[in-house]
T-cell receptor
Framework: NAGVMQNPRHLVRRRGQEARLRCSPMKGHSHVYWYRQLPEEGLKFMVYLQKENIIDESGMPKERFSAEFPKEGPSILRIQQVVRGDSAAYFC??????????????FGNGTRLTVT | DQQVKQNSPSLSVQEGRISILNCDYTNSMFDYFLWYKKYPAEGPTFLISISSIKDKNEDGRFTVFLNKSAKHLSLHIVPSQPGDSAVYFCAASERGSSNTGKLIFGQGTTLQVKP
């Protein structure tokens, strides 16, 4: 049962370091989404990517955050110069086509980032 | 600006009884609503959805009701089982973005079903 795979599950970084979060979508899925959950809050949309393209990054902070989904390999969410406020659970989701009525998102188990 | 609100942080019900989880929204452009269930240390799992052209959708023990005039939806679980204990998130997508996966989530309601 190859669901959405995220690694690492837990990541600890000191302030100022870089964090790289990886996501392999479900087999056959070419649409990837990143969401962030801050403590005691719901999930917040960050970015939507298809292979080699960023479709919607309206939820991404303007600085320090970037995402890619290369032709080969997993999708990467990269956070440069992390700060304590970046501590959160980051979830990746995928769908075989643009998510919609008959194509709900399938989420991975998340990466819990802790910035010390 | 919380466009999707789940005003009850927690709910406790007895096994076998009905669980009713509520969700309110403010954006009249939302046309697709979903419920996700989340266990600790896991990702959200899709449960059930409803389009704005319907007012009810049923799947086994789970039924979602949509009241567009009140901008309110609810999830009914009957009968409730201890395995239903989890955090439930309501989510919505906006007309035009319903095929982009850009969901707006509520804060979640923690359901505890007591044996």
């Amino acid at each position: 049962n190859a669901g959405v795979m995220q690694n690492p599950r837990h990541l600890v970084r000191r302030r100022g370091q870089e964090a790289r979060l990886r996501c392999s979508p479900m087999k056959g899925h070419s649409h990837v989404y990143w969401y962030r959950q801050l403590p005691e809050e719901g999930l917040k949309f960050m970015v939507y990517l298809q292979k080699e393209n960023i479709i919607d990054e309206s939820g991404m902070p303007k600085e320090r955050f970037s995402a890619e989904f290369p032709k080969e390999g997993p999708s990467i969410l990269r956070i440069q110069q992390v700060v304590r406020g970046d501590s959160a659970a980051y979830f990746c989701a995928s769908s075989p086509q643009g998510a919609g009525y008959n194509s709900p998102l399938h989420f991975g188990n998340g990466t819990r980032l802790t910035v010390t | 600006d919380q466009q999707v609100k789940q005003n009850s942080p927690s709910l406790s019900v007895q096994e076998g009884r009905i669980s009713i989880l509520n969700c309110d929204y403010t954006n009249s452009m939302f046309d697709y609503f979903l419920w996700y269930k989340k266990y600790p240390a896991e990702g959200p799992t899709f449960l059930i959805s409803i389009s704005s052209i319907k007012d009810k959708n049923e799947d086994g023990r789970f039924t979602v009701f949509l009241n567009k005039s009140a901008k309110h939806l609810s999830l009914h679980i009957v009968p409730s089982q201890p395995g239903d204990s989890a955090v439930y998130f309501c989510a919505a997508s906006e007309r035009g973005s319903s095929n982009t996966g850009k969901l707006i989530f509520g804060q979640g309601t923690t359901l505890q079903v007591k044996p």
